[in-house]
């Protein structure tokens, strides 16, 4: 199986990426990707995390923070 490169050029092209990635059962892995312009970040929600993002991506330094729990909890 060949792997083909995507190219991301902006912020837009990353949250089109996520929004596609599948599982194994080709459900989406992110039930919401979120571009949160007040926080610059993008916010990733799985149907386990509900309202509080899984995962935090920093628009404006690239650094990624993950949330453990519901709570929000880093």
Known sequence: MAITPVRL???SDVITFLENLRDA?????FTSV???TTDNTLDLYTSR???IPLC???TSSGNIIYCYDNNGTE
């Open 9 to 11: 050029t902006g912020w």
């Open 25 to 29: 059962n080709n459900n989406p892995y």
């Open 34 to 36: 979120v571009n949160n």
């Open 49 to 51: 995390s509900g309202s």
């Open 56 to 58: 935090k991506i920093s």
